[in-house]
């Protein structure tokens, strides 16, 4: 591979950015992570995250907070960034019910950030950003994966309306200063150094605690589960293959085999070894019935096919939660 200068890589003590940084070092690239590691989930587990990565051949680091839209440029200039990978942002679709303009700074300042930064660097040559297949809405699941082209004028949640919001900003840039940008709508990624605050991570707690676990939508929800390794290899797929300047384009990133809320709860028990209490709730303000990704335009891009079946990336994060917590 022929190196083509520095990549940025934001969110890099967050659970994607962690893994991307390291398969972008593991290829011989250079890499320049930035992350405020603020405390939405226990900064311990980012900073353990970002301890595996510091001291790596070929990695800085900086703590920032990509609303700082100087900070960030300079970091850019700096460090002769050409391709950026832009992950983080303020994730959690109940907790902006509660906090709403974290969602403001960061997912809608801190994506304007990278913007500006991207379009001001010299010779720059692709910016890929998280979006979300929370930006779908509540429709139904249907026989066929959710399309691209599908309108999303429905959000659901706030933070889903901050990720169509980056989509069309970065539209418009791409209009207007013709560098390249993609976006990459994830589908409920799951695997070991994952986040606490998703279901599968938090039921894993607490049935080794042995406490009940709280099911919302009574059971019925489906999502299309996707492990961490299939994810950064669709992330990479992307990055290596922009699109032509003045361009904009938005790919779903997911595995497309949706699994119903119940069989993943299973799956987690088989993994674990023990069974979990189980107490049934209603569907949570916010929530979505389904998710289910059309990955053919990822597919034909760059031949993304994720390999991991559930049961299997259940295994290898329960093994790594029990080493990471002694459990």
Known sequence: MTKKGTVLVTGAAGFIGHATAHRLLDRGETVV??????????????????????????????RIDIADTDGVARIVRDNGVRRIVHLAAQAGVRYSL??????????????????????????????VYASSSSVYGDRPMGGAGFSEDERIDKPVSLYAATKAACELMSQSYASLY????????FFTVYGPWGRPDMAYFGFTQKIL???????YGEGRMARDFTYIDDIVDGIIGALDHPPATHNHRILNIGDSRPVG?????EALERAIGRTAEKIMR??????????????????????????????????????????????
């Open 282 to 327: 209603p569907m949570q303000p916010g929530d979505v019935t389904a998710t289910y990704a059309d990955i053919s335009r990822l597919n034909a891009l760059c031949g993304y096919h994720p390999k991991v079946m559930l049961e299997d990336g259940l295994q290898r994060f329960a093994a790594w939660y029990r080493n990471f917590y002694d459990n």
């Open 178 to 185: 013709g560098f390249p940008l993609t976006g990459l709508r």
């Open 261 to 265: 809320l119940m069989a993943m709860i």
């Open 98 to 127: 509660q906090n709403p303009f974290a969602y403001e700074r960061s997912n809608l300042a801190g994506h304007l950030s990278l913007l500006e930064a991207s379009r001001h660097a010299e010779h720059f040559q692709h910016l």
């Open 33 to 62: 992570g930035i992350d405020i590691v603020n405390d939405y989930y226990d900064p311990a587990l980012k900073e353990a995250r970002l301890a595996t990565l510091t001291g790596r051949e070929g990695f800085r680091f900086h």
């Open 209 to 215: 605690r042995g406490e009940p676990i709280e099911v």
